[in-house]
């Protein structure tokens, strides 16, 4: 079956700190991935999605940016994280269906 | 682009007792039509989907309808129960890559 995982679950960074936030997915092939951001009590917004290696789409433009170094691996960094950036982070894919399914999620704190 | 709409933002209701969720869409286009349940601190859920070519699908006490001429869809749960208490996210897509997000639901069950 297909599992995906996220990490770290909990982070807290200082203003100026670089981030990395990794995504694994298990049990498939070639699937396209996405990271969304869910501020407090807010929706998701989706940031960036992937239909392969070394394709990143931006749907915002922002101080994050996101690669796929292979075909299972989603990363989310920053150089320069600020307080806006603090939030909820959730990696995603779909297979052939079009099935969204989310991972567990990363709670950045900015301070 | 698609736009998503969910009403109410909050909703309470005793257990027992039946809880409906809307949401509309703008773009006809769409036709895959998923609704999450995103509990505290957890990654959102897929609980029940439904796609274009039905106007009804049910899964226990879960169902969801769709009306394509009025471009809206519901999520109705009946028999709530207080473990059924979270936040619910509607969403809509025409592929894989543009799943769009409703702002989501509070409900809260009442023992």
């Known amino acids: 079956s297909q599992t995906i995982h996220q990490w770290p679950a909990t982070l807290v960074q200082p203003v100026g700190s670089p981030l990395s936030l990794e995504c694994t997915v298990e049990?498939?092939?070639?699937?396209?991935l996405y990271w969304y951001r869910q501020a407090a009590g807010r929706g998701l917004q989706l940031l960036f999605y992937s239909v392969g290696i070394g394709q990143i789409s931006s749907e915002v433009p922002q101080n994050l940016s996101a690669s796929r170094p292979q075909d299972r691996q989603f990363i989310l960094s920053s150089k320069k994280l600020l307080l806006s950036d603090s939030g909820f982070y959730l990696c995603?894919?779909?297979?052939?269906?079009?099935?969204?399914?989310f991972g567990e999620g990363s709670r950045l704190t900015v301070l | 682009g698609e736009n998503v709409e969910q009403h109410p933002s909050t909703l309470s209701v005793q257990e027992g007792d039946s809880a409906v969720i809307k949401c509309t869409y703008s773009?006809?286009?769409?036709?895959?039509f998923p609704w999450y349940k995103q509990e505290l601190g957890k990654g959102p859920q897929l609980i029940i989907d439904?796609?274009?070519?039905?106007g009804e699908k049910k899964d226990q006490r879960i169902a969801v309808t769709l009306n394509k001429t009025a471009k809206h869809f519901s999520l109705h749960i009946t028999e709530t129960q207080p473990e059924d208490s979270a936040v619910y996210f509607c969403a809509a897509s025409y592929n894989n890559n543009d799943m769009r997000f409703g702002a989501g639901t509070r409900l809260t069950v009442k023992p």
């Open positions: 439904i796609r274009s070519n039905v």
């Open positions: 995603a894919w779909t297979g052939d269906t079009g099935e969204l399914f």
């Open positions: 049990g498939t092939s070639n699937p396209n």
């Open positions: 773009d006809s286009a769409s036709n895959y």
